[in-house]
């Protein structure tokens, strides 16, 4: 039974940083993508980056390029956000999602994911 359990939430200023992590747990072999997705309310829930666990191949969404980086631990069961120059627009529920397949990192709807978190909640003022 695969776990992800985020953390690092907060809020911040405009102009701050955060950095979230998701560990993921409970699963026999190595996870092939894990990534973040967000949703504000009464928005759609989009794809803000993810890696490929294997290559490290990374994806970003144009609204977070630049600012926000996704990195793995050595071990690959953790996935790190870092978040700088935070903006009002990204206040959101941010989720980690993660699937055996690194071909699932094309996919965009969080639904495709077989793994998900419960998700952590940034807030920028």
Avoid at 11 to 29: F, H, M, P
Avoid at 91 to 112: I, L, V
Wanted: one cysteine or more; aromatic letters at 12%.
């Amino acid at each position: 039974h695969v776990q992800l359990v985020e953390s690092g939430g907060g809020s911040v200023q405009a102009g701050g940083s955060l950095t979230l992590s998701c560990v993921a747990s409970g699963y026999r072999n190595a996870l092939g993508c894990m990534g973040w997705f967000r949703q504000a309310p009464g928005k759609e829930r989009e794809r803000i980056a993810n890696i490929a666990t294997g290559g490290g191949r990374t994806y970003y969404a144009d609204s977070v390029k630049g600012r926000f980086t996704i990195s793995q631990d050595t071990t690959k069961t953790t996935i790190y956000l870092r978040m700088v120059e935070l903006r009002p627009e990204d206040s959101a529920m941010y989720y980690c999602a993660a699937d055996d397949r690194w071909e699932n990192c094309f996919q965009r709807e969080y639904q495709a994911y077989r793994y998900r978190g419960q998700g952590t909640q940034v807030t920028v003022s």
